[in-house]
């Protein structure tokens, strides 16, 4: 057999430096390629967090400077929980305390958020808020400890302790009321003016029994996890399960006081006795804890699916005409068909005269209409030069004619038109058959200084997109005055048409509160005026000369196109940003007196201040003729009601 012949010396000498210059070469082409897979992630994440902070997320002041978020309350009760947990003979140990809270940034499209109603909730940068119970934790001094073992001398306090215990509790108590309120802000956030309604139509829980039984019952499926793994406590362990399950057999059927069975007392004594025992035995506080948190976890979900549904159905009836409503609308119908007699306007030369002042008003609701006529005549001196445009849908277009047909307004003539018949038939180029009412959003306003603290929740009403349509439909008028049907008039308004308003279009009542510039993540890439401020609707005075002159209408159907219209709810949605960079540089400031905004979602308005108004805005969910209403505001609104009228008794109307 022959042996292989053996490499030169030579060509081994050779070999090493082409493999080292082979690893150099893979080494030259995987390094690049490595720095740029490390990079990539940094940089995308960096130029997400920079384009962020430039819409809308401008820094926020250090954590150090921060209130106490309910994150970190429930973090402090965790703590006192394992504290009193630990026996006193068991060693001390360090429990680890998490981080601060993390600040969450959103993107654009989720600080604005849209309801049901079109309603869109525009917010700037907020901290996080966490979900979790907001319990406070009362310590106790060493003092007050020592005194319930051994009995105290009695010493008269010095000036200094006393004024410091007072500062002490004074600050407590404006930590309390600050959290109160932040917890109500983060509320209306989510739910709206709903949080309003339920603070003030809360109901003080009574049943104490019941709600002793329900703490007994949580404390008891804490504790029986733990106490079902020791040894020896087999007695233990099967009285704590018989208790348990006698406390559900019970609140299965009672969920008050008087539905409780006469032993009552006898078991909540059981199961103390129970509770007593097992808290006495050496258990590990991280199961008992963790056991307590998933059942207040549990119940803070209960209780959350409950507020929303509950605030589901708020605005369902908020939004929702009542039966009796309806009810009346459909009579007028009817009995219009059956009495054409009373199918008479007055001469239209009324309704094209410069000589009289003209109203336009947009509404679907009979009363709402009725009390706005009402109110305005009611308080003019010369009601008889008072001409009334009512724009309605077709579904209660002939009830409305009926309505006013039947009641007489001092003279006033009243003129009730179908919006829809009239774009289809004379106006077919505007794509906007359908009548909408004013549209109403709720905006956040947060400070970015200081973000807990000046916070506002305001309620704005604008044009809607049929608004944009009265200059063609009322070719023949120089200038209107627009009401919204939840305004209640309470002084003259004839010196509206002694406004010279100059080149301005739209005079109307400023809300320097809320401007353009903090809203470019609503208004999108349109130019505009940063310093321009939000207006409102309620009682506007109109120039359709100077409205035709700019062309406003034409340059609203064009920046509508600009904004991504997909179905109704955007559409509604769009009108928010649609009026204010419509109307840009055209508004004429009214004084803030005239109108006062409000009586529909704030309860704080003081009744002299609304008695002396000018007119009175319902705008916001609870209107004056929903049972939602705030009581104490409906008597403004009553007061124009149609008293004695057939229709109104047969169908039960009484708002």
């Not at 803070?300 to 309806?326: C, I, R, V, W």
């Not at 005269?353 to 003209?358: N, Q």
């Not at 470019?520 to 100077?546: E, Q």
Request: aromatic letters at 8%.
């Amino acid at each position: 057999m022959k042996a292989q012949p053996l490499l030169p010396a030579a060509l081994k000498r050779r070999r090493g430096p082409r493999v080292a210059v082979l690893a150099l070469v893979l080494c030259s082409l995987l390094v690049p390629l490595a720095f740029l897979f490390d990079r990539a992630p940094s940089g995308y994440v960096t130029t997400e967090e920079r384009r962020r902070q430039e819409v809308v997320l401008p820094k926020f002041d250090h954590e150090e400077k921060r209130r106490p978020t309910g994150a970190d309350r429930e973090r402090q009760d965790a703590s006192a929980v394992r504290d009193s947990c630990i026996p006193q003979d068991a060693p001390e140990r360090k429990i680890p305390r998490s981080s601060s809270g993390v600040i969450h940034q959103q993107t654009p499209e989720k600080n604005i958020s849209k309801s049901s109603t079109g309603v869109i909730h525009h917010q700037t940068p907020e901290k996080n808020i966490s979900k979790g119970s907001t319990g406070v934790i009362h310590h106790q001094t060493p003092e007050k400890n020592i005194s319930k073992v051994l009995p105290a001398p009695k010493v008269e306090p010095s000036k200094d302790v006393t004024h410091s215990t007072k500062v002490a509790r004074d600050a407590s108590q404006e930590d309390e009321k600050a959290d109160e309120v932040e917890k109500a802000k983060s509320c209306q956030l989510e739910f709206g003016s709903y949080c309003l309604w339920s603070i003030e139509h809360k109901e003080i829980m009574k049943d104490h029994i019941v709600k002793r039984l329900k703490d007994q019952l949580f404390v008891a499926r804490s504790y029986y996890p733990s106490i079902a793994k020791l040894q020896g406590q087999e007695a233990l362990t099967q009285e704590m399960k018989q208790n348990i399950q006698d406390h559900e057999r019970i609140l299965s059927v009672s969920t008050v006081d008087a539905d409780l069975p006469s032993l009552i007392n006898r078991r909540m004594k059981q199961m103390e006795r129970t509770l007593v025992r097992a808290k006495s035995c050496t258990v590990d506080c991280k199961n008992v804890d963790r056991k307590l948190r998933q059942i207040l976890d549990m119940t803070e979900d209960e209780a959350h699916f409950h507020m929303k549904q509950s605030a589901f159905l708020y605005n369902l009836g908020a939004q929702t005409l009542p039966k009796s409503h309806h009810c009346l609308s459909m009579r007028l119908t009817l009995e219009y068909f059956k009495s054409s007699s009373l199918d008479s306007d007055d001469s239209p030369g009324k309704f094209s005269s410069p000589e009289y002042r003209h109203y336009v008003i947009l509404s679907r609701n009979v009363l709402a209409a009725s009390v706005v006529i009402n109110s305005t005549v009611t308080s003019c001196k010369e009601p008889g030069y008072l001409a009334f445009h009512i724009l309605t849908d077709a579904q209660n277009f002939y009830a409305m004619k009926h309505w006013f047909a039947r009641n007489s307004y001092k003279n006033a003539a009243i003129h009730v038109l179908n919006y829809e018949a009239i774009i289809l038939e004379r106006l077919p180029k505007y794509t906007i058959w359908q009548l909408y009412l004013p549209e109403e959003f709720r905006v956040l306003i947060r400070s970015i200084k200081q973000p807990t603290e000046n916070t506002r929740m305001k309620y704005l009403s604008l044009f809607s997109h049929s608004h944009f349509v009265i200059p063609e439909i009322f070719k023949y008028l120089n200038k209107v005055v627009v009401l919204d049907d939840d305004v209640v008039v309470q002084r003259d308004l004839s010196f509206l048409w002694n406004i010279d308003m100059g080149d301005k279009v739209n005079g109307a009542v400023e809300f320097c509160g809320l401007k353009l510039g903090e809203m470019k993540n609503v208004l999108g890439k349109t130019a505009y005026d940063p310093k321009s401020c939000a207006w409102m609707s309620g009682v506007n005075l109109i120039n359709l000369d100077k409205w035709r002159e700019h062309n406003v209408t034409e340059n609203y159907l064009l920046l509508m196109k600009k904004f991504k219209v997909k179905d109704e709810l955007s559409l509604r949605a769009a009108a928010f940003p649609l009026s204010l960079l419509s109307l840009q540089h055209l508004i004429y400031p009214l004084d803030e007196k005239l109108t006062l905004a409000g009586l529909g979602y704030d309860y704080g308005i003081d009744e002299e201040v609304a008695r002396r108004s000018a007119s009175l805005h319902y705008n916001g969910n609870m209107k004056p003729w929903l049972e939602l209403g705030i009581p104490d505001y409906k008597k403004y609104w009553k007061r124009f009601l149609v008293r004695g009228d057939r229709f109104m008794d047969e169908c039960n109307v009484n708002p």
